[in-house]
């Protein structure tokens, strides 16, 4: 326990120097950073409108009115933000570039967690100021919906998404490990991020075969759906045996694939 | 601590080999489209032997040149060594580590420096890279701050290393990875081709401060490259490497001396001279008395090429003479069909 | 002519060599635009939309999915090329980059319709979404596919070009393409925003990228209409391309070949 507090608070300064100098970088292009902050703006800005000509024609979808869609939609899009900030950007690069150029040797050679090492190398900062606006509207749509929500369900709700954003981790670097297999495979990566994009919808609208897929193997329900559902306190039960089951799940199906991928990957590389 | 024992942990080997294979399977595709078609349904597999059971030590402070052609076997034994690869057999410890463990008490001790890659970050400038490397591998401040004075002070990269990495030059840049590489006084250092692709003034320099390193902290260094002048001026020791298997381990005189016969003598003529006349002194290679050009290549004698030189400058109506060492590929190929030393 | 036609050779092969990323590619696009059907079938369930069946929402979508691929690529290696100095290695030659980029584009993209053509529609079939247009509809249909591409590929040439002044034309890029998608209908079916927007959009070339062709092909249009349509974007391609010339040219001029 003492071991892996030493090796957290190790990789947390590791991970500081890293922030340190993105920013630093960011700063030096400031152009860039606001270009780019502007094109995360335009993208989900296309998804809001679609929502809001949705609620022009309904007032109600798989039992979710206006402005909890609008929350599950700036929920979506705070976790696309934080995992776009924590290790999105590193696991496409490592799909894309890392493992096919021989370049991922050097993250192996390192003292430090591999996984750590190559997927969290690249913090994408761009994405701050559109997930602090989606922030500001999920704050808003909560306080809108104050009503429906109480203390307890709040802390239920941040401990949740907490978990569901680490099995969402989990579930892309497992998905990312097929990289030590196939030469060129970032377009799996690719469709899970384009897969996500229906998270800011109700899972329950879609049929039953699709719900339980987006519950279990392209887990996308747990970037918003799961956690926004406890919060305004739908079917709370069913939503935390989900996360009870799927958690350790992941957990172990991202180390087998991990340590095999590994192995596979040193056979394949000369 | 006595002498005596320190002399024997000095002369335990810090690097053990042992029947050391590590095989891959390739799939063979034909060429053009229709080949590409093919190979959707059928494909063909042959299993390349990288290393094909070869046994060596080396031991600390050791500089030792590992030498071969493209394709030898050459990095795939510095991968498996630095813990990379997983051998497909054989043995292997490094400092008393298996390497395939990846311990970061072992990663700690070692560096690789692969001269095609890099770890300085593209659009930082390397005191960035140096930093990062620093909380990684949990260097002390004053340490730090030490080691990189000197590293910079041997490689006189003060000037540069606040810059850009993407606006340095290639050489700038090799400096700067062998720093970042080195902030952490690794035991045992791996380079692979580390002055690939750099000017002749670069890879003096770069030699020197290895040569450098090693005398200061008795680091053990294991060197591979295509450049001959690299291994003659650091190793005293080569093993030399071919299609995988381990064809010669020794002084690296005795292969100069024994196999590295000749010298190559090539000539240009001012005006046209005669086979018969060239051939008394030496084997030719080649030659060429075309109509406004007249070139010769002959192999002379190591030992008495200086003085061929001399004698042919004397007697014949030489423009131009180069005196050049047989490419390492022409050494290696003899060494090879000589057999095993 | 012969150098392209290899060109297009080439990328045959390399497609074939990464097949598993190019279907996962293909996948990901068919995919989730067609998904879209079934978040618009779920509000139909809720209500009745005018304008709108069941039936039509999905073969929407369905050829929404089709049409995505022929606007919907990447010029990213155009922006690599020109930040990495690697550009000068095609100038030297004697061929002309702007074509090398649209046939080696041209080979994926026709690729990617005729796989979607190929499953898509005989799933239209199966689902019971099965309909009969008439020859001409599909004639029409069939002709708006290589204007799409044209254009398309022209802006995302011009808008990639914008590396030889700016750091990142990537991020512009990205912003012109949900731009492109969301007025060409892709998300929504244009017919749904307001009919101001609807009017005026027809003169822009956004719309007749996918939502003319769809509707022509749904029997939603008059010929008349789809007619319009291709004379609009062939004109707004006649723009394009002189746009992109300018650019080019001058952009080669300011080219300072720095990089590795």
Same mark, same amino acid.
């Given at each position: ?109 390192? +003292? ?89 919808? +109700?899972?329950?609208?879609? +049929? ?10 392209? +887990? ?51 | ?90 043995? &292997? ?7 395939? $463990? ?46 990189? $004075?000197?590293? &910079? ?38 380079? *692979? ?14 030699? *020197? ?32 490497? *071919? ?5 010669? $381990? ?6 100069? $001396? ?84 | ?17 990464? !097949? ?38 999905? !073969? ?14 990447? %010029? ?26 649209? %046939?080696?584009?041209?080979?994926? %993209? ?47 040439? %011009? ?13 512009? !890029? ?87």
């Amino acid at each position: 326990m003492k071991q892996l507090a030493f090796s957290f608070r190790r990789h947390l300064r590791i991970y500081k120097h890293i922030l340190s100098f993105t920013a630093k970088y960011m700063m030096a292009y400031r152009v860039s950073f606001f270009i780019r902050s502007l094109h995360n703006i335009f993208y989900v800005a296309t998804f809001f409108i679609v929502t809001l000509v949705i609620y022009q024609h309904t007032s109600v979808l798989g039992g979710w009115v206006k402005d909890e869609a609008i929350l599950l939609f700036s929920l979506v899009h705070i976790t696309y933000g934080i995992q776009l900030f924590l290790f999105m950007r590193g696991v496409e690069e490592f799909m894309r570039l890392r493992i096919k150029s021989g370049d991922f040797d050097l993250d192996l050679l390192k +003292p430090v967690n591999s996984q750590f090492m190559a997927f969290f190398r690249t913090p994408w900062i761009d994405s701050v100021i559109f997930t602090l606006i989606v922030l500001i509207l999920f704050i808003r749509q909560t306080l809108i919906l104050s009503h429906q929500i109480s203390l307890t369900s709040f802390i239920s709700f941040v401990v949740s998404y907490l978990l569901c954003l680490i099995i969402w981790y989990l579930v892309l670097v497992s998905y990312a490990t097929v990289s030590f297999y196939v030469t060129k495979s970032e377009q799996v990566i690719y469709f899970i991020e384009k897969a996500s994009d229906f998270a800011q919808y +109700p899972t329950n609208i879609f +049929p039953k075969v699709i719900q339980q897929a987006f519950l279990t193997i392209l +887990p996308i329900a747990f970037v918003a759906y799961v956690p926004s559902s406890i919060l305004l306190g739908k079917d709370v039960q069913k939503m935390w045996t989900m996360i009870l089951i799927i958690l350790p799940i992941s957990f172990i199906i991202n180390k087998i694939a991990w340590r095999e991928g590994l192995k596979r990957y040193s056979s394949a590389s000369s | 601590m006595s002498c005596a024992t320190m002399e024997l942990i000095m002369s335990q080997p810090v690097i053990q080999v042992k029947n050391l294979k590590r095989y891959f399977k390739v799939y063979k595709k034909q060429p053009g489209l229709w080949g590409s078609v093919k190979s959707l349904f059928k494909r063909k597999y042959e299993t390349v032997k990288a290393v094909d059971d070869i046994s060596f030590e080396i031991k600390q402070g050791e500089m030792v040149g590992f030498i071969g052609q493209n394709g030898a076997g050459k990095t795939t034994t510095l991968k498996v060594l630095s813990g990379l690869l997983y051998p497909t057999e054989g043995e &292997v410890g490094v400092l008393d580590f298996d390497p395939w $463990d990846r311990k970061p008490e072992f990663q700690k001790q070692f560096a690789l420096v692969m001269g095609q890659k890099n770890q300085l970050w593209w659009d930082l400038p390397a005191m960035e890279t140096f930093l990062l490397n620093k909380a990684i591998y949990e260097i002390p401040d004053e340490q730090f701050a030490k080691t990189l $004075d000197k590293l &910079v002070d041997l490689l006189k990269v003060k000037d540069i290393i606040n810059i850009q990495v993407r606006k340095l030059s290639l050489g700038q840049r090799m400096k700067c990875e062998l720093i970042a590489a080195l902030l952490h006084n690794p035991k045992v250092l791996f380079l *692979d081709e580390p002055t690939i692709g750099l000017d002749v003034v670069m890879q003096k320099n770069l030699r *020197d401060f290895i040569k450098s390193y090693n005398q200061e902290f008795k680091a053990t260094i294991v060197l591979t490259s295509h450049y001959m002048d690299d291994v003659k001026e650091l190793c005293e020791r080569a093993i030399i490497i *071919d299609k995988g298997k381990l064809i010669f $381990d020794g002084k690296l005189k005795k292969i100069i $001396d024994k196999y590295a016969r000749n010298k190559i003598l090539s000539l240009v003529f001012s005006e046209e001279v005669s086979e018969k006349e060239l051939k008394k002194f030496g084997q030719i290679k080649d030659f060429n008395q075309g109509e406004s050009r007249y070139t010769a290549t002959l192999l002379v004698s190591r030992k008495k090429a200086a003085q061929m030189a001399s004698e042919l400058l004397k007697q014949l109506p030489i423009e131009d003479l180069n005196i050049e060492e047989p490419p390492i590929e022409a050494i290696i190929r003899e060494v090879f069909q000589s057999g095993n030393a | 002519m012969k150098k392209y036609l290899l060109v297009i050779k080439i990328t045959a092969q390399e497609i074939l060599q990464y !097949r598993f990323n190019f279907l996962i590619h293909v996948l990901k696009y068919a995919l989730s635009i067609s998904m879209m059907a079934l978040v618009w079938l779920a509000v139909q369930a809720e209500t009745n939309i005018e304008g709108l069946t069941p039936e039509s929402t999905v !073969r929407y979508f369905f050829f929404a999915a089709i049409l995505y691929g022929l606007s919907n690529f990447h %010029t990213w290696y155009v922006e690599e090329d020109i930040k990495q100095g690697r550009l000068s290695k095609y100038l030297t030659k004697p061929y002309n980059y702007y074509l090398f980029g649209f %046939t080696n584009q041209l080979t994926y %993209t026709a690729t990617e319709l005729i796989i979607k053509l190929l499953v898509m529609i005989p799933l239209l079939e199966f689902f019971g979404f099965n309909f009969t247009p008439s020859l001409a509809q599909i004639i029409f249909f069939v002709f708006y596919m290589p204007l799409i591409y044209v254009f398309s590929f022209l802006t995302q040439f %011009t808008v990639a070009s914008m590396s030889f002044w700016l750091k990142d034309a990537y991020s512009l !890029r990205w912003v012109s393409l949900s731009i492109s998608r969301f007025l060409a209908g892709i998300i929504i079916p244009l017919n749904l925003l307001p009919e101001k927007f609807l009017n005026f959009s027809f003169f822009l070339p956004f719309q007749h990228l996918a939502y003319t062709p769809i509707q022509v092909i749904q029997g939603n249009v008059s010929l008349q209409y789809a007619s319009q349509g291709m004379l609009i974007l062939s004109f707004w391609i006649a723009i394009a391309w002189i746009i992109k010339e300018k650019t080019w040219q001058k952009g080669v001029h300011s080219y300072e070949a720095i990089g590795i």
